[in-house]
């Protein structure tokens, strides 16, 4: 019983130095390091692994270090909000922080997410461009979790939502308090006016609900992202997001059921429809995020097609080049 | 020194606007018309009791030439039959801009509403002047407001001799103003949407006031927007201003209200409640830009006026 009282003594301890070190990248290991893991198995074996492993360090002690360290870090961004606790975009820090435990988790002990160049971001007003794919929007949570727990200082990543996304009940709030918006020009324009970090995916549903075999192959993007930057004058920063596109394998896309039940898309992957509602769970893959060097671009918002269309593809390139540099180099798609 | 007129003097918002042009410094005559008197008027304010839809109303502009007129006479409650509504609504302000360019008058201001934009999910936050008024597509019963708003800009081309300034005001709060959100949020339990939670802009009734008259002293023209000190959620709103949200799901709260305006026992049509699910947020740049109008009360103080 001493030795319990002690040992609890000592990680409240080891918290608090934790929470006074300026740079906090990691929670403070709690026990030895846990044996190598075995050779990948199947998926089904990989899972169960990582859910284990989740489960041993889920605790009230992880979960509450992460709630001090995210408090800490985002009493330092830069976004202001009214006497409420809100700014004009309807984000909110406790909310901000109570769901971003959730995805904090997922950061560091689900998709183990490595991330490189986050000095990248800029100060001031910024238009992240990414990747985008996974059945499900993690890579945006991973992206923003990312800007909050390792930039210096955090940044809050704007999201750039669906238009049906407020109709959603429960979900538009979330969605709102976290930081993001509809999509509309003008919330973009605003919103980078007001400098902020705005992020968005001009792959859109193409990237998010692409078929297995088009992996890491960037679909069609959307000029109105470089049109938005060119009139605002906003520099944009290139993320390549490798290990999203394996989370959820899709074979193929159900246009006429998604049509019939009123979704964007009805994807079959291999555990979705097939497990229920827990197949819509991402298989554990490693996440690796790499922000690239801030793209300037001269011109006007109202260029003709074919001008803005060059610019676009320039960023199409830089990013297809991190992702096709990021896949050469990894490891593998689980570690 | 300028002859002001107003329409609705007698109402909460017109008597806020009379007090603060007599407080200017530059001076200002006031005369007001409404269907009711004001008792216990301040001794600078003469007032004609005239129905805005009546023969006699004419006759006020006629005889007492005002330099500028602010219009605040419509109707924004629902217990009035439609017909009333856009009678007043719309076929009296048309007549008020017509006399007003018969009879010499250099400036006009119509009150409008925010609600005239709509509260429609693909809203963005902060819509300025150039959007279009979509209240109608999901609120018909605000179709007259809307339509009283583009007649009155209308007459921006059409009488060009004339300067018409409509403003589209949010949420007004305050002691005196009988505003529908004050309405809304003054009952005990305030029904709203289960899982939602939209931003809402509030002003405060004397910062409107101000608003009305800086646009009188800088002779504006054109449509604006005017906006408070900031948003906060819906949930706030109602908890800051001493009620408790009573969240109902969607399916409950329609059919539920729908009943109860029927009857009589609630005042907004189940329309209505477009705006506590999503966004009616406006830009209000441009006024500020053309009148320097900054909000004196803050947003707790805008609330601790509707529990005053």
Redesign the interface.
């Given at each position: 019983m001493v030795a319990r009282v002690q040992s609890l003594d000592a990680r409240r301890k080891a918290r608090q130095h934790a929470a006074e070190r300026p740079r906090v990248h990691s929670v403070p290991p709690l026990r030895p390091a846990p044996p190598p893991p075995p050779a990948p198995g199947t998926p089904g074996e990989l899972l169960a692994e990582a859910a284990r492993q989740l489960w041993r360090r889920i605790n009230p002690d992880v979960i509450g270090a992460i709630n001090d360290e995210l408090a800490g870090r985002l009493r330092r961004i830069p976004t202001r909000l009214n006497e409420y606790g809100y700014d004009p975009w309807g984000f909110n820090v406790d909310v901000a922080r109570r769901a971003m435990i959730v995805t904090t988790l997922l950061y560091r002990h689900y998709f183990r997410v490595e991330t490189h160049g986050v000095e990248n971001l800029p100060d001031g007003r910024v238009l992240v461009i990414s990747n985008h794919a996974g059945q499900i929007a993690l890579d945006a949570a991973m992206i923003g979790t990312a800007a909050v727990l390792e930039r210096e200082p955090p940044r809050i990543l704007r999201g750039m939502g669906e238009y049906w996304l407020p109709t959603v009940p429960f979900l538009n709030v979330l969605v709102s308090r976290t930081g993001s918006v509809v999509g509309t020009p003008k919330n973009c324009t605003d919103l980078l006016r007001n400098e902020e970090a705005v992020i968005a995916f001009p792959e859109g549903i193409r990237g998010m609900n692409k078929l297995f075999s088009e992996r890491y192959r960037l679909q069609r993007f959307g000029s109105g992202f470089m049109r938005l930057a060119l009139a605002t004058k906003t520099p944009i920063v290139p993320v390549a997001v490798v290990g999203s596109e394996e989370q959820a394998p899709a074979i193929a896309n159900l246009t006429g059921v998604a049509r019939l039940l009123g979704l964007p898309a009805f994807p079959i992957t291999l555990t979705w429809p097939l497990l229920g509602p827990l197949g819509l769970l991402p298989l554990p893959v490693k996440y690796r995020i790499t922000f690239g060097k801030p793209m300037r671009f001269e011109g006007g918002g109202d260029d003709e097609d074919a001008v803005i269309a060059k610019k676009v593809g320039r960023v199409v390139e830089t990013i297809q080049a991190m992702l096709d540099k990021g896949l050469r180099e990894r490891p593998g798609i689980f570690f | 020194m300028k002859k002001v007129l107003i329409t609705g003097i007698a109402g909460g918002q017109g008597q806020l606007v009379a007090r603060t042009l007599l407080r200017r410094q530059r001076g200002y005559q006031v005369v007001g018309v409404d269907r009711t008197a004001w008792e216990g008027r301040p001794r600078g304010v003469t007032m004609t009791v005239a129905d805005l839809r009546k023969r006699k109303f004419e006759d006020v502009i006629r005889r007492e030439r005002p330099d500028v007129i602010v219009h605040l006479a419509s109707v924004r409650h629902f217990k009035a039959h439609p017909a009333v509504r856009h009678e007043v609504n719309v076929n009296g302000t048309k007549r008020l801009l017509d006399f007003a360019c018969s009879h010499g008058v250099k400036h006009v201001i119509v009150l409008s509403s925010s609600y005239v934009y709509g509260a429609l999910?693909?809203?963005?936050?902060?819509?300025?002047e150039s959007f279009p008024l979509n209240s109608s597509r999901t609120y018909p019963e605000m179709r007259d407001l809307a339509e009283m708003d583009m007649l009155a800009t209308a007459y921006l081309w059409r009488s060009p001799d004339i300067a018409v300034s409509v403003l589209r005001p949010v949420n007004v709060l305050g002691y005196h103003v009988h505003s529908a959100i004050g309405r809304y949020l003054k009952n005990e339990r305030v029904p709203t949407?289960?899982?939602?939670?939209p931003?809402l802009q509030f002003i405060h009734e004397d910062d409107l006031a101000e608003a009305i008259v800086l646009a009188i002293e800088n002779h504006t023209r054109g449509v604006f927007n005017v906006v408070g000190?900031?948003?906060?959620?819906l949930h706030?709103a109602i908890r800051?201003t001493g009620s408790a949200a009573l969240a109902l799901p969607?399916f409950a709260v329609r059919p539920a209200i729908q009943q109860l305006f029927r009857w009589g026992l609630y005042p907004f049509p189940p329309r209505a409640i477009d705006f506590a699910?999503?966004?009616c947020t406006l830009?209000g740049t441009r006024f500020r830009e053309a009148t320097g109008f900054t909000p004196r009360f803050?947003?707790?103080e805008t609330f601790a006026a509707v529990r005053a």
């Open positions: - | 999910p693909e809203n963005p936050y902060y819509m300025d949407v289960m899982g939602f939670n931003m000190p900031g948003a906060v959620p706030v800051e969607e699910k999503y966004q830009d803050s947003l707790a």
